[in-house]
């Protein structure tokens, strides 16, 4: 028998030597993350701020 036929998609998975490099994201993913963050923060404050100037005219 092949270790397909006993295999369980819905099982606990490998425990076994698992990595635990597996269970981080990978820095590059976190690195662009924080900065879309970042950079969609400041575009949202700048709008904030065009929004403010013109209604208080």
Do not use: T
């Not at 597996?22 to 065009?50: C, D, N, Q, S, T």
């Amino acid at each position: 028998m092949s270790d397909s036929e006993h295999y369980d998609p819905l099982g606990p998975g490998r425990r076994v030597g698992e990595d635990p490099q597996e269970k981080r994201m990978p820095r590059g993913l976190v690195i662009r993350l924080f900065a879309y963050l970042v950079a969609g923060h400041v575009v949202a404050a700048f709008l904030y701020v065009l929004f403010v100037v013109a209604g208080s005219k």
